[in-house]
């Protein structure tokens, strides 16, 4: 408990205290106009809420930091609470990674979606919270203007010394050739310097920008050029009229609403820039201590504000609340079309809830329909238990050829495609089915056995009773066979054949059980043959290339590790082949695969 003593020595000063545990970790937050008078009231009143009374129980300790003003707390506040991530603090759940689009800082700026931030001088515009958006402007970016796509070092001394040349963009129309200087660099700069009002929002100043180009050329007679710059103008005007809410009046706007329950509340943002949305932002908030709405909503202004970097001179709420920044006006709008930007910030905070009530609902309902297929097939094979992890075999060869097997697990009745294995088969030669599941059922179970991990509760093999007794033969010599279920799946009429039993059973056709095990069976089969094929032309490549004279065994090595087949080695461009080889034994290879 902390001593009255402790409480009378903190200043009467705006600032952040931190609460410690008996082990020295932060369990919470807060700021205040006055720290003296704050933190005081947690010590000196008994609490209502249960969880505020457990934090005063277990509080050890408290440090504070003293600040300039309550807008300098509010940030350090947020700060420390993304760093420290306090047990007792609101929990903003957030954690995506968002996109930006960036103009590099190069003499001819390409233009182009990232998600790292990196400090080289470029420019940054967002994050966006939809990379959809991202592609959108980025599409009309480059419907509107020509710029580069390549990552050639276009300085002037490589420009004038003719070092590249124009590529199959120029020839298409999408790029006006900077590394041939076929376009000035005054003219590239000018398309730019519109491309940062179109990311700002100000479509305004582009569109005059266009209208007037398209006089000067129209006066001029060049109308062929004026009627393209038409076309670009009616691409911004249908644009705008797609992005555009409410009045273009209203600008540089942020906007937030929030949706309260009794343990999280949901908050959305809405960024409106001439009266248009740019941005929108929906996250989560987990109560801790039964906060108000005003401090759930403040502290989501900040943290949002700050991610998004707004510098929005307004924001709109749906109720005041207490924010302490300067130059900055709260607005709570009863009529008009601010008003409507809030019922709609308001309906995508109800859908954004909706969703997220709905995602956790899921798991539970997905759960139920695993258990009960699960359940079915425990019943219908008369299994001792749940089969939830289950693996099934396959062979593959071509006339004895390339004999290969496959092993598919499926974990809660779907796959688990990490888990899948292929083998060569060692130990037999020719085509031997029997022998081949004998060879890769021992093998796989004995490394399961060595390495200590779970058997599977049923293993599906790929065949009639000749394979499932092949297969049966290895769990004996391991040891194993009553301790896992195994049944064989024969192709034509689908028959199940159990241990010592020469009688199949035949399932519905229709039956959950039934569907399950051809969907091992058929993954299994599917695995097992794209990795047969894959070996085929391995073997294909292999063959071809030990023919060529000049190729010796190191160049072989490097080429079969980085082509998986002949046609992949013919069809791959010259340039790769000599970063790989040399230009020598390229033109050597070149020529015999022509």
């Known amino acids: 408990m902390i001593s009255n003593e ?14 410690f545990d008996s082990k020295g970790k932060i369990i919470y937050v807060g700021k205040a106009k006055n720290l003296r008078r704050r933190v005081s ?66 003499p001819y700026p390409r233009i182009f979606l990232t998600r790292k931030y990196v400090h080289d001088g470029s420019l940054y515009y967002g994050p966006f919270t939809s990379a959809l958006m991202v592609r959108t402007l980025l599409e009309l970016i480059r419907e509107l203007y020509p710029l580069r796509t390549c990552k050639y070092n276009l300085s002037k001394e490589n420009v004038e010394q003719k070092k590249y040349k124009v590529c199959l963009e120029f020839h298409l129309g999408n790029c006006l050739g900077p590394c041939e200087n076929l376009q000035s660099p005054k003219d590239y700069k000018e398309n730019i310097e519109q491309i940062k009002q179109i990311l700002k929002g100000n479509l305004s100043s582009v569109q005059q920008f266009f209208k007037n180009k398209m006089k000067e050329l129209a006066e001029d007679l060049k109308f062929e050029e004026a009627s393209r710059i038409k076309n670009k103008i009616d691409l911004l005007e249908k644009f705008q009229a797609k992005s555009t809410i409410v009045n273009q009046q209203i600008n540089n706007v942020d906007v937030f609403s929030i949706l309260a329950e009794e343990n999280e509340a949901y908050v959305n943002y809405l ?36 991610k998004f970097n707004s510098t929005a001179k307004e924001i709109i709420v749906p109720f005041p609340i207490a924010y302490p920044f300067e130059h900055i006006k709260i607005t709570v709008p009863k009529i008009g079309d601010k008003l ?40 219908d094979l008369r299994l001792n238990d749940l089969p939830r992890h289950m693996e099934c075999f396959d062979n593959s060869n071509i006339q004895g050829k390339n004999p290969v097997a496959a092993c598919v697990v499926f974990r809660n ?13 060692k130990t037999v030669t020719g085509a031997d089915d029997f022998a081949s599941m ?19 509760q049923l293993i599906v093999i790929d065949g009639g009773k000749g394979q499932l007794n092949a297969a049966l033969g290895s769990l004996k010599l391991l040891g194993i066979k009553q301790k896992v279920a195994i049944i064989g799946i ?24 039934l569907k ?44 079969l590790k980085e082509f998986k087949s002949f046609e992949e080695l013919k069809e791959s461009p010259d340039e790769k082949l000599e970063n790989l080889i040399g230009k020598h034994k390229t033109a050597i290879l070149q020529k015999e695969l022509k």
């Open 340 to 379: 409507k930007l809030l019922d709609l910030s308001r309906r995508n905070a109800t859908y954004f809830k909706f969703e997220q009530k709905k995602a956790k609902l899921k798991p539970t309902v997905v759960e139920n329909h695993v258990q009960r297929i699960l359940e079915t097939i425990q019943h």
């Open 6 to 19: 402790k409480l009378k020595t903190l200043p009467d000063k705006a600032g952040v205290y931190q609460f």
């Open 516 to 559: 399950t095990i051809q969907f091992l069976r058929n993954e299994a089969h599917r695995f097992g043959i794209s990795f047969h094929r894959k070996k085929r032309e391995s073997g294909m490549l292999h063959s071809r290339l030990d023919t060529i004279k000049g190729i010796g065994e190191k160049t072989k090595t490097i080429l």
């Open 413 to 425: 009745g779907r796959p688990s495609k990490k888990e899948y294995r292929h083998y060569h088969i």
């Open 41 to 106: 009231s947690y010590f000196q009143k008994t609490h209502d809420n249960y969880k505020l009374k457990l934090l005063v129980k277990k509080t050890h300790d408290i440090k504070y930091i003293v600040v300039e003003s309550e807008q300098d707390a509010f940030l350090l506040e947020n700060n420390l609470i993304k760093k420290f991530q306090p047990r007792y603090n609101i929990n903003l759940k957030d954690d995506k990674s968002y996109p930006w689009i960036t103009i590099k800082n190069e």
């Open 271 to 306: 960024k409106v820039v001439k009266g248009s949305v740019i941005q929108a932002h929906s996250l989560e908030i987990k109560k801790r201590l039964n906060e108000s709405n005003e401090d759930l909503l403040e502290l989501a202004i900040t943290d949002t504000r700050n």
């Open 438 to 456: 004998h060879e890769v059922v021992y093998r796989r179970y004995k490394r399961l056995i060595e390495e200590e991990k779970t058997l599977p």
């Open 490 to 513: 024969a192709k034509k009429l689908e028959e199940i054949y159990f241990p010592g039993d020469s009688i199949p059973i035949y399932l519905n056709k229709n039956s959950e059980t």
